[in-house]
């Protein structure tokens, strides 16, 4: 059995979100709380609040065990970029990208 949260349109690049998914992928979800809590990434953060999700749906939803979770499946797709202009020299105009993510976390337990 599976319970799965989702967080749409973060304001964070995927890239540095899926270093951070990298750490606690197929971990047990005491020790991916305890490695989110304790690396000093911008993305921790909101990865904390949708692992707390996740196993608050496993639990509430299907009425599996917290102690015999495990972070099965985690990834993240880009969302929609916003565009964003600076000025430059000479009148010119470089573009920034403000990149967006959908990061998904999927919790099942061991069998």
Request: glycine fraction near 4%.
């Amino acid at each position: 059995m599976e319970a799965k949260a989702t967080l749409n349109y973060t304001r964070i690049s995927p890239r540095k979100v899926g270093i951070v998914l990298d750490l606690i992928r197929n971990k047990p979800v005491d020790l991916a709380a305890a490695i989110l809590k304790n690396t000093p990434k911008a993305a921790c953060e909101d990865l904390q609040k949708l692992l707390k999700s996740a196993v608050a749906n496993a639990e509430n939803n299907f009425n599996m065990d917290r102690g015999s979770l495990y972070v099965s499946k985690c990834y993240v797709t880009p969302g929609p970029t916003l565009k964003r202009i600076r000025p430059a020299s000479k009148g010119r105009a470089y573009r920034i990208l403000k990149r967006t993510s959908h990061i998904t976390i999927v919790v099942a337990d061991k069998e």
